[in-house]
């Protein structure tokens, strides 16, 4: 009870509380709106982008501990074509020079980035700038992304969502396994995917049998695998796969695989 001539002192609100309760406020508008509407446009929004994030994420923690059992393009094909070739085998099953060869071919830096090569980024967006022969700076984690989560496309949502998705393999999954993921999904010919479905097609033997040239063939015709050829090349593969042979030796030399044959 106050005394004559006292005063009542209100003590202030604590900034926390405020901002606690502004949030709630602002969460509560966002779905429910105001004024008896229901906001469906932005709850569909909010869904949508809650899958988005959810959905890569979900797929990463389960491809962590086992296979996946196709890609969005696999599943493509065999809607559009009737049928593709994808056999799974662990790292251990694989030629150490299929490793070697697409360190050498598609990323050096493979063991030491985090995902992206900015060096590469830049040196690829001025080779197609002084019209070059068009070549992309991804990585083997951004490549690993872009097979396992999104169908094929060439726009800004979709490299944005490959970023998103190469953060969380990297993140999450040791070296190795984005290597063994990469070599068991990626296109080596129509409809035919991983080392071992392309060693049994190309070289009737498996992929633990691949000598260094057959790798450095395979790997050769990474960048267009529908329409560069591993049975009767043309030139450019032909230059192209003596060139990596001699950068795996550099691969060798400078243990630039040691992230991943460590583990094999």
């Known amino acids: 009870m106050l005394e004559m001539g006292e005063t009542e002192t209100t003590l202030p609100v604590p900034s926390s509380r405020r901002r606690s309760s502004g949030i709630r406020q602002f969460a509560r508008w966002f779905w429910h709106g105001r004024g008896g509407r229901k906001p469906w446009l932005r709850r569909t929004i909010a869904i949508a982008f809650a899958f988005l994030l959810l959905y890569p994420l979900a797929l990463t923690l389960l491809y962590r501990v086992m296979p996946p059992p196709g890609t969005p393009l696999i599943l493509s094909i065999l809607i559009t074509e009737g049928g593709a070739d994808y056999r ?61 989560f999104m169908p094929e496309s060439r726009t800004m949502v979709r490299k944005a969502y490959e970023a998103y998705g190469t953060i969380l393999i990297e993140f999450i999954w040791p070296k190795w396994r984005v290597m063994e993921t990469y070599l068991n999904v990626a296109e080596m010919g129509p409809g035919i995917f991983g080392v071992e479905a392309a060693a049994q097609h190309y070289f009737k033997k498996p992929a633990s049998r691949i000598t260094p040239f057959e790798a450095a063939r395979l790997t050769a015709i990474l960048p267009n695998p529908r329409n560069y050829r591993v049975i009767g090349p043309g030139p450019y593969i032909q230059r192209r796969t003596g060139q990596i042979q001699r950068l795996m030796g550099g691969v060798t030399r400078d243990r630039l695989d040691a992230c991943v044959t460590r583990y094999r």
Do not use: Y
């Not at 020079?97 to 985090?114: M, N, P, Q, W, Y």
């Not at 690829?124 to 070549?135: K, Q």
């Open 88 to 148: 799974w085998v662990p790292l251990s099953r694989m030629s150490a020079s299929l490793v070697k060869a697409v360190i050498a071919s598609e990323d050096g830096k493979f063991c030491s980035h985090t995902g992206f090569d900015w060096d590469a980024i830049d040196r690829a967006f001025e080779n197609n700038a002084n019209g070059g022969r068009l070549r992309g700076g991804s990585t083997i984690s951004q490549q690993t992304a872009k097979n396992i």
